[in-house]
C-alpha cells in the first residue's frame, strides 16, 4: 500500500491509541517495529495467552485485554490462547518454587470459565479462540528436542526469579525452563506480528522474539501492561505498593464477581484505599484526561463512587450498579453508626457440644475466622457485632437454641443457627 498522507495519518492514529498505558521503556523500543507493520496495511495476528490455572478472569486480567480490544477494533486478527498444555507446567514467573502441576480435569474446568468470560472484553464474533494444546500436545521428542536447542541455560538464567532461585540454593525443576519455550513455540505456531501481556511476562516475550528468528520468522512486537495492583495496596513513603491482582492470593475482584452484596464488586471498590483508587482509575477506566482531572477535585469517597458504578456497569449493567450503590449506601450510611443487613446474608446451622459456646468458636465454626485466636483478637478490638451491637468481651458466649446474625468488619456477615 502506498505510503499517503491519509494513510500516514491513520498510521499515526492507531499508534497514539495503542501505545497509551502501554510500559514506557517498552514502548520506546517498539514504536518503531509497530509503526512499519501499520504501515503494510494488512491486519496483524496479535496474540495473548492466558494459563487457566484459577476459574476466573479477574480486574487484572482486563487490562491487557482492552488493549486487545482496542487492536480489534482496529480491524485486527486477535488470538485469545488458552495455554491448556502449558497450565501443566505452570509460568515460573514470580515463583520462589516450583509449581504444583494441575490436573487435566481442573484445566478444562476453568478453560471453559475463560471461554464464556472474555465476552465480557473482546468482541466475540471478532475472537479467535485456540488451545496450545493443539500443537503442543503433538510436539514429537525430536521437534521438542530441536526446540531446546535453539536456546541456552546461560540466557534462561538471566531471568530474574530463576537467578534468585539458583543463587538462593531453591530448586529449579527442567520442565519450568521448558515454559518461556514453549510459549514462544506458541508465536512461531500462529505466526505472530504482536504479542500482549502483563510487564512480568517482558522475559517471556522476548524470548518469543528470539525463538521466532531461530526459524527464520520475523520477531514479534511485543507490547506489555503495567500490573493491577490487587485490594490490599497501601501507601507507604509516597508510593502504592502491593501484590499484583491475584486468585490466589485473594485480592482480586472477579469479572464475574455479583454486583453487590458481602463480596461484590461495587463493594470492594468502594472498601479500598484513596491511592489505589486513583490506580484503577489510570488502569482500567474508560473516561478521559479531562474528566479525570475533574474527579480529582472532588470528595475522594465521591470520586471512588463514580469509578465503582463505571466498572460495575461495564461487567453488569446500569441497573444493577444502580442497585448496588444502593445497598451499599444502605450499609454504610455517610453519618457513620450501625450499619444495615445485606438483602442476602449466608445462614449456617452449628451442632456444638458445648451448652453455651464461645463467641469466638463459633465465629471459626461459621467461617468467619480462620482460628479461635483471631476470633478473640477480632473481638477484643471491636470488630465483631452480634445483632448489630459490638461485642468487647473475648470470653463473650452464646446460647444454644438461639439464632444471630454475626458481622466481622466492614463487609463479612452470617445468620447462624445454634443447635
Not at 519455550?181 to 518469543?208: H, I, K, M, T
Request: net charge neutral; with cysteine.
Amino acid at each position: 500500500m502506498a505510503n499517503t498522507p491519509h494513510h500516514e495519518e491513520a498510521v499515526e492514529l492507531q499508534l497514539a491509541m495503542l501505545g497509551r498505558g502501554i510500559v514506557p521503556r517498552v514502548w520506546a523500543d517498539m514504536r518503531e517495529p509497530l509503526r512499519a507493520l501499520l504501515a503494510t496495511g494488512r491486519p496483524l495476528c496479535v496474540k495473548c495467552g492466558f494459563d487457566p490455572t484459577a476459574p476466573d478472569l479477574h480486574l487484572g486480567h482486563t487490562v491487557v485485554m482492552r488493549k486487545m480490544r482496542q487492536f480489534q477494533e482496529l480491524g485486527h486478527r486477535v488470538v485469545f490462547v488458552i495455554g491448556d498444555f502449558t497450565a501443566m507446567i505452570g509460568d515460573p514467573t514470580g515463583k520462589n518454587s516450583t509449581r504444583p502441576p494441575l490436573s487435566r480435569e481442573a484445566i478444562e474446568r476453568n478453560a471453559e470459565t475463560y471461554r464464556r468470560q472474555l465476552g465480557k472484553i473482546l468482541d466475540p464474533a471478532r475472537t479467535e479462540v485456540v488451545f496450545n494444546s493443539s500443537w503442543l500436545g503433538s510436539l514429537s521428542a525430536e521437534q521438542l528436542v530441536r526446540l531446546t536447542a535453539k536456546y541456552t541455560v546461560a540466557r534462561l538464567l538471566e531471568r530474574n526469579d530463576f537467578q534468585a532461585r539458583y543463587r538462593g540454593g531453591q530448586p529449579i525443576a527442567l520442565h519450568e525452563f521448558l515454559y518461556p519455550l514453549l510459549q514462544a513455540y506458541d508465536s512461531v505456531q500462529l505466526r505472530a506480528d504482536v504479542e500482549l501481556g502483563g510487564s512480568d511476562q517482558l522475559f517471556n516475550l522476548n524470548v518469543g522474539r528470539d525463538v521466532m528468528r531461530e526459524y527464520g520468522l520475523a520477531p514479534q512486537v511485543i507490547l506489555t501492561t503495567e500490573l493491577l495492583i490487587g485490594t490490599d495496596g497501601v501507601l507507604e513513603d509516597g508510593h502504592l505498593v502491593g501484590e499484583k491482582m491475584s486468585k490466589s492470593l485473594g485480592n482480586y475482584i472477579g469479572v464475574e464477581d455479583p454486583p453487590a452484596g458481602e463480596q461484590g464488586m461495587f463493594g470492594k471498590l468502594m472498601s479500598g484505599s484513596d491511592p489505589l483508587m486513583w490506580h484503577y482509575y489510570a488502569m482500567l477506566s474508560a473516561i478521559d484526561a479531562a474528566e479525570l482531572e475533574r474527579r480529582r477535585e472532588l470528595h475522594p469517597k465521591q470520586a471512588k463512587r463514580l469509578l465503582a458504578l463505571e466498572l460495575t456497569a461495564r461487567y453488569h449493567g446500569e441497573a444493577a450498579a444502580a442497585g448496588a450503590a444502593e445497598e451499599f449506601d444502605r450499609l454504610h450510611p455517610a453519618g457513620g453508626g450501625d450499619r444495615g443487613e445485606p438483602d442476602e446474608v449466608e445462614s449456617v446451622e452449628l451442632a456444638l457440644d458445648e451448652a453455651r459456646p464461645f463467641l469466638s468458636r463459633v465465629l471459626v465454626a461459621a467461617g468467619l475466622c480462620a482460628s479461635n485466636g483471631e476470633a478473640r483478637r477480632l473481638v477484643a478490638q471491636g470488630g465483631v457485632q452480634l445483632d448489630g451491637a459490638r461485642v468487647s468481651d473475648a470470653a463473650a458466649t452464646l446460647e444454644r437454641g438461639g439464632s444471630y446474625l454475626l458481622k466481622v468488619g466492614k463487609r463479612r456477615f452470617r445468620r447462624v443457627s445454634l443447635r
